[in-house]
């Protein structure tokens, strides 16, 4: 599997807290046009701290919900959050994946960080029930204003890839179809967002040497939270759902 360079302390959490909120709109309507009735066992792989789990049971119902996900510490705080779902430390990338065939099968900027995303795709669509479908959310691309949140965004496509991904997986997977929506946020939260992945990366020095300048990104990021004079910034997610 992978590394996932944005890391699973208690800083990623918050910030993946602060991805839900923002994609929840999007997602909600997604899974809402997309599940089939009366779900009896739903995935949610890559779960994280359980923020799409929580939406996908809110929105799908199934009887039973698992989370899966390979990080121990994402995998306590979900237990935590939502006891009542089941939740299971495996690699995504392996299947048979845990449980029984699942009617529904859901993963939201997951694909980004696992090598091609093609073919994980297609193993999983393999362990749906025969009335089952997979949905997928994955970055297509990224409208950011230049400046500091271009250049996060230079940085980050660089580091991930370093990880054996690409961030741009729902590009990757156009060939299948699906639509593109937009994820618009004012450009402050963006910097927010972004700028807790530079503090790891810059703590943990998971970035290449030739990436020195992640202090002045850092310093450049505040100055955005600070004053963002409107701007704004788009992820533009690639949405699929793909029968079994």
Not at 30 to 58: I, K, R
Not at 113 to 119: C, F, I, T, V
Not at 236 to 241: C, H, N, S, T
């Amino acid at each position: 599997m992978s590394h996932y360079t944005f890391g699973d302390d208690r800083p990623a959490i918050e910030r993946l807290r602060l991805v839900a909120a923002a994609y929840e709109p999007v997602s909600r309507a997604f899974l809402a046009a997309n599940s089939p009735a009366a779900v009896d066992v739903a995935l949610d792989l890559g779960c994280g701290p359980a923020f799409s789990t929580q939406l996908l049971a809110e929105v799908c119902t199934p009887k039973t919900v698992i989370g899966v996900d390979s990080s121990s510490e994402f995998l306590e705080t979900a237990r935590g959050r939502l006891p009542e779902a089941q939740f299971v430390r495996h690699d995504v990338t392996v299947t048979p994946l845990p449980g029984p065939p699942a009617r529904l099968l859901y993963s939201r900027l997951l694909l980004a960080h696992l090598p091609d995303p093609a073919a994980v795709v297609g193993r999983w669509q393999s362990q749906l029930a025969p009335d089952g479908v997979l949905l997928i959310e994955d970055l297509d691309e990224v409208l950011n204003p230049p400046g500091p949140l271009r250049q996060y965004e230079e940085v980050s496509a660089r580091i991930v890839h370093t990880g054996r991904g690409s961030m741009y997986a729902g590009a990757a997977l156009a060939h299948l179809g699906g639509k593109t929506r937009p994820v618009t946020v004012s450009a402050s939260l963006a910097a927010r967002i972004y700028l807790f992945n530079v503090r790891r990366w810059r703590r943990a020095l998971a970035a290449p040497a030739a990436e020195d300048g992640l202090g002045e990104l850092e310093e450049d990021l505040i100055g955005v939270i600070g004053n963002d004079q409107g701007a704004t910034v788009t992820w533009v997610v690639r949405q699929l759902a793909i029968r079994a």
